[in-house]
Each structure stands twice: as structure tokens, then as C-alpha cells.
């Protein structure tokens, strides 16, 4: 059974930083590429970062770029999602999620598993 399970979401002020993880199981980590979504309140789901399986590559939302950073560690089975200069509107339920599509997508249809996710909220 996949299971992805995100934690270091929390309350924080605006300004400050913070890094989401994601740990695997159930699965060929290494095998994933792997994903960062979020979701505010009232608004679709949208997509962050992902960080292939093969050679790390990354590739950010357009708009995030700069202050997101993706990476991951496959001898923990686990991808983070680093943020900094946190916004107000950044606040959202973060998801990871992992996909076995080569190449590197932004189209959360691509990825078959998911975890539950975890609330970043952050204060002005």
C-alpha cells in the first residue's frame, strides 16, 4: 500500500521560511518523480514543483519561481518542499503526490498517488 504523508506545515509569520516533507512508502521511491501542490481556500488545486526521478531535474510553477525549492533524499524516501519570504496568500493545504510519467508534469492527472496533506498558514 503507497502512502505519502507530509508534515512540517504550521503557523508562521509572514517573512519567515519553512520546509514541508514528504515520506514515502509502499513504493520504489526512487522510481517517482515527485511533486508539490497546494491548495487555497476557495481556489482550485494548483501545482508548485516537481523533481524527477532520474536526474533531479526540477521544474516550478512560473510564478513561485524563486522562492520554492524542491529537492529530495531517495535513501529516505522523502522530497521536501522548501519556502521562503512566506506570503499571506501562500497559505494553503500543501499535497505531495508521485508520478511515474518520464519527463517532468505539471498536470496533477499524471500522478497517481497522494498524501493527505498539510495546512500552511501564514499571518500578516
Known amino acids: 500500500q503507497v502512502q505519502l504523508v507530509e508534515s512540517g506545515g504550521g503557523l508562521v509569520q509572514a517573512g519567515d521560511s519553512l520546509r514541508l516533507s514528504c515520506v514515502a512508502s509502499g513504493l520504489t521511491f526512487s522510481a517517482y518523480s515527485m511533486g508539490w501542490f497546494r491548495q487555497a481556500p476557495g481556489k482550485a488545486r494548483e501545482f508548485v514543483a516537481v523533481?524527477?526521478?532520474?536526474?533531479?531535474?526540477?521544474y516550478y510553477a512560473g510564478s513561485l519561481k524563486g522562492r520554492f525549492t524542491i529537492s529530495r533524499d531517495n535513501a529516505k524516501n522523502t522530497v521536501y518542499l522548501q519556502i521562503s519570504s512566506l506570503k499571506p496568500e501562500d497559505t494553503a493545504v500543501y499535497y505531495c503526490?508521485?508520478?511515474?510519467?518520464?519527463?517532468?508534469?505539471?498536470?496533477?492527472?499524471?500522478?497517481?498517488?497522494w498524501g493527505q496533506g498539510t495546512q500552511v498558514t501564514v499571518s500578516s
Open positions: 523533481i524527477s526521478w532520474s536526474d533531479g531535474r526540477t
Open positions: 503526490a508521485a508520478t511515474r510519467l518520464w519527463g517532468l508534469t505539471e498536470n496533477e492527472n499524471n500522478y497517481v498517488n
